[in-house]
């Protein structure tokens, strides 16, 4: 007997955007399926929360993408990601792949000096603030439960990469909360 388990799962997300003269658009996609896009007005700081169901496989790796885009560069905008939490369990920013989209006539008029400081800018340790545009990219697998975790997922990127992989279970006993008032703005 073949019991029909049913992962639909809540996400929540808080964040922060701003641009001094632009009006930038923050787009959320779960698995290349667009949950929620929103433009925003330029030269205000907006606040955010927003929350969606979203209907996830067993033993299965998400990609949850989040694209910040905009028609204006500036040095005053960014995108910032307060709380990701799908199913009770908090999704680490930290652990985010960041693809920024960068201007190549900027980038091919700075010195190696220059580019070298900018890719510490960017690719550093930028915590939960994204001042860029481009993609943001966050990585976990669903199952129902810890024979989920055992079978493992459909796809080993995580473990080709030797990167743990982060599990969100339908059982919700693995819930992972983060460090008191981190990353809860």
């Known amino acids: 007997m073949h019991t029909n388990y049913n ?19 923050v787009e959320i996609l779960i698995n290349n399926v667009s949950k929620y896009k929103e433009t925003f007005s330029a030269n205000t700081v907006h606040k955010k929360e927003i929350q969606f169901d979203f209907e996830y496989a067993d033993r299965n790796r998400n990609d949850l993408q989040i694209k910040f885009s905009g028609s204006s560069e500036s040095a005053n905008r960014y995108l910032k990601l307060n709380r990701v939490v799908v199913h009770g369990n908090h999704i680490e920013t930290l652990n985010s792949y960041y693809y920024p989209a960068l201007n ?66 339908l059982d919700k006993s ?3 909360k983060p460090y008191e008032g981190f990353n809860d703005g």
């Open 104 to 169: 190549e006539e900027w980038w091919d008029s700075l010195t190696v000096d220059e580019k070298e400081k900018y890719k510490e800018m960017i690719y550093g340790n930028m915590g939960n603030t994204f001042g860029w545009y481009g993609d943001i990219h966050l990585y976990y697998h669903t199952g129902v439960d810890s024979l989920s975790m055992y079978r493992g997922s459909n796809d080993n990127t995580d473990i080709l990469l030797n990167v743990k992989p982060r599990w969100i279970l």
């Open 174 to 176: 693995n819930i992972k």
């Open 7 to 25: 992962l639909t799962f809540n996400n929540n997300f808080r964040f922060e955007v701003f641009h001094d003269s632009d009006t930038p658009t």
